[in-house]
């Protein structure tokens, strides 16, 4: 008797998934057409977050790497948006500009922090982003805690200047996830996978496992920084304080354990979830924050896969599959 | 400075520099001992339970909180108050490690990092609604002790309060050593440590022996937040300052190992002496640089902690 059976990636609903992203890309971006200012303003924010979410889940979800620290990266993202610019450079070439030099210092710090354990990494990051918070702060361009503006922002007029940020805030969004759903299903992909399950069996069958993590540290990096400079376009002031802030990293805990770590869908849902909820709690000031603290505490503990793993586990669908199927399809005599 | 002192010749005026110099590092010593009171019971919990926990500075503001409201609502002076908010702090780490710590550990080591994390959040931003935005201290409680000092030969001055901070972590680290040592729950926390599983197939009961240790790690806990709310001032998100000073100590002294806090501490603070005399906002810079400075020589030189370079040096 043999079995014959075939290895697929697409399933129909990932099929329907696909061209149901593919649309609302498309909706998207014909969305200010349509759109008032103060929606589009809160839609830029939005794909903030989910670059945020994505990115914060790339690393802890798939690199086994919990940062407290990402903070620094979205504070390096603006501080050198604000330099480029200063400097020159046109603001929306500045974003991008910033964001490859954060890459290049994560690449650099990650021959360092790489190298810490667990919990160890997770606070020495923070004490890392406090360290360059400090650092920003001795530039005089920045003075200190009073900050600085994105002066050459007001060469564009104000509605001109909202629709732009948000098409590159939009492309910004669908780049970073293009990216980071193609490094998933290349033959990195399957090593970072084999790392989120087992770091040590992963070495066991020949996994670079530095070299991985690595990847996913700078790509991380790259995309918070990325995050950081397209919200300095849009609030316009540099304040390090409220860059560098803790919180940040909080946000991304948030709607990554909320959405589902380890799951590229999860990250995605979480974001849209944190948005939600913001704007309609947002106000509520303090206890809001409660709230999200209270979200992550009882997430961590009683549903660690979150919203979209609980959602994958009872339909068993996947919209981005990322891994392989076996599909039985008979037996012959 | 009179004029008969500016004529002296310059010898006169690098001893009065020497003496500053001798001051500054007794202060930094001094600040030390209070970093390691904070940090050991970041240790203390990390050795028993491989916890780090991100809630602890935030727990030693809520018992910096306790005293403050004893004393200001109750006229409690806070030394008096220490004998409720310490057995209140134990209880409250008993209950963290049976009802949140312990599920949280059985789900890898990143899940407590996460767990914390948000438990820090929740108490920082309660705190803020109970107790509103304002600086707090306790020193007005405590008399004249916040600024008495003894006044040592060479015009040098060394506050009463500081001797008492540094006298304190000293026993306390002192006492957990022995208890470690030497009584029964003591050996069975070390235990379980060591291997959990197997300290429960002699017969060791590792829920009771961890919980056992978050209490006695709050305890000191509540020590930290009282010396830091009599020697300086604290609101409701001083929580992360003092998490990150703790981390950097215990990594400085070698994660885990009690004394190594005490080295880890005044290394912190004479490093961070050393930035604010180089420039003016360089005291925090100063500290983590030499957190970074030592987790590079850890990693590149492969030496465990700088406890253990030193004992190389003297082997």
Redesign the interface.
């Known amino acids: 008797m043999i079995r014959t059976f075939a290895i697929e990636r697409w399933t129909p609903a990932s099929r329907i998934g696909f061209v149901a992203i593919a649309i609302v890309i498309a909706a998207l971006a014909a969305a200010p057409a349509m759109l008032n200012g103060g929606t589009l303003d809160r839609l830029t924010a939005l794909f903030v977050y989910v670059m945020l979410a994505a990115m914060w889940n790339a690393l802890?979800g798939y690199g086994?790497l919990?940062s407290?620290g990402q903070q620094m990266f979205f504070g390096l993202g603006a501080y050198f948006t604000v330099r480029l610019a200063d400097a020159g450079i046109n603001p929306f070439a500045s974003t991008f500009a910033a964001a490859f030099v954060v890459a290049g210092i994560a690449w650099a710090v990650s021959y360092?922090m790489l190298?810490?354990?667990?919990?160890?990494f997770?606070?020495?990051m923070?004490?890392?982003s406090?360290?360059t918070h400090?650092?920003i702060?001795?530039d005089r361009l920045i003075q200190?805690e009073t900050g600085t503006s994105l002066i050459s922002m007001n060469a564009y007029g104000a509605d001109i200047r909202r629709t732009a940020l948000y098409l590159v805030a939009l492309a910004a969004m669908v780049l970073l996830l293009g990216i980071l759903y193609a490094l998933l299903r290349s033959k990195s992909g399957a090593a970072i996978q084999a790392i989120r399950d087992n770091e040590l069996a992963a070495t066991s069958v020949g996994v670079d496992v530095i070299q991985t993590k690595r990847k996913l540290f700078v790509l991380a990096a790259f995309g918070i920084g990325l995050a950081g400079a397209l919200w300095l376009c849009s609030a316009l002031t540099f304040q390090p304080k409220t860059y560098f802030s803790?919180q940040w990293t909080?946000y991304m805990?948030f709607m990554v354990?909320v959405g589902g770590i380890g799951k590229f869908e999860g990250a995605i849902i979480g974001a849209v979830l944190f948005f939600v909820i913001e704007t309609w709690f947002g106000a509520a000031g303090?206890?809001y924050?409660?709230g999200?603290?209270?979200?992550?505490?009882i997430f961590?503990?009683y549903f660690?896969k979150g919203i979209w793993g609980a959602i994958e586990q009872r339909f068993g669908v996947t919209f981005l599959p990322i891994g392989y199927r076996l599909r039985i399809l008979g037996d012959r005599k | 400075m009179s004029p008969a002192k500016k004529s002296r010749p310059p010898i006169s005026a690098s001893v009065e520099a020497l003496i500053e110099m001798l001051s500054n590092l007794i202060q930094a010593i001094f600040l030390g001992g209070y970093y390691a009171m904070i940090a050991c019971g970041l240790s203390f919990m990390f050795s028993v339970m491989r916890i780090i926990n991100l809630a602890h500075g935030s727990l030693a503001i809520l018992s910096a909180y306790l005293l403050f409201v004893l004393a200001s609502k109750f006229g409690i002076n806070p030394f008096v108050g220490l004998l409720i908010v310490i057995p209140l702090m134990a209880a409250v780490g008993w209950l963290l490690q049976r009802y949140l710590l312990d599920r949280s550990a059985r789900g890898g080591e990143l899940l407590p990092v996460l767990t914390t994390f948000g438990l820090g959040i929740v108490l920082d931003n309660l705190m803020f609604q109970r107790f509103g935005a304002d600086t707090r201290s306790l020193a007005p409680y405590i008399g004249d002790l916040s600024w008495d000092s003894y006044t040592l030969p060479g015009g040098l001055f060394v506050g009463k309060l500081q001797i008492l901070i540094l006298v304190t972590v000293i026993s306390v680290i002192g006492a957990l050593q022995l208890f470690l040592r030497r009584t029964q729950l003591g050996r069975s926390i070390r235990a379980t440590a060591m291997d959990p599983d197997t300290a429960g197939i002699v017969g060791i009961d590792a829920r009771r022996a961890s919980a056992a240790a978050a209490a006695i790690a709050m305890a000191t806990v509540a020590l930290a937040g009282a010396f830091l709310g009599m020697r300086a001032t604290f609101d409701p998100y001083s929580g992360a300052p003092q998490l990150l000073s703790a981390f950097e100590a215990t990594v400085i002294g070698g994660l885990g190992s009690l004394w190594g806090t005490l080295v880890g501490g005044i290394i912190l603070a004479v490093a961070q002496t050393v930035g604010a005399s180089v420039h003016p906002q360089g005291f925090l810079l100063g500290g983590h640089l030499a957190f970074l400075l030592v987790l590079f020589f850890r990693l590149y030189l492969n030496r465990d902690t700088v406890l253990a370079w030193f004992k190389r040096r003297q082997a």
């Not at chain 1, 190298?115 to 160890?120: D, P, R, V």
């Not at chain 1, 999200?292 to 505490?297: E, I, K, R, S």
């Open positions: 802890a086994g919990v407290i360092f190298h810490l354990k667990g919990g160890e997770a606070i020495g923070w004490v890392l406090e360290f400090l650092l702060n001795l200190g803790v909080a805990i354990l303090v206890w924050l409660i999200l603290g209270m979200a992550a505490v961590s503990l660690p």
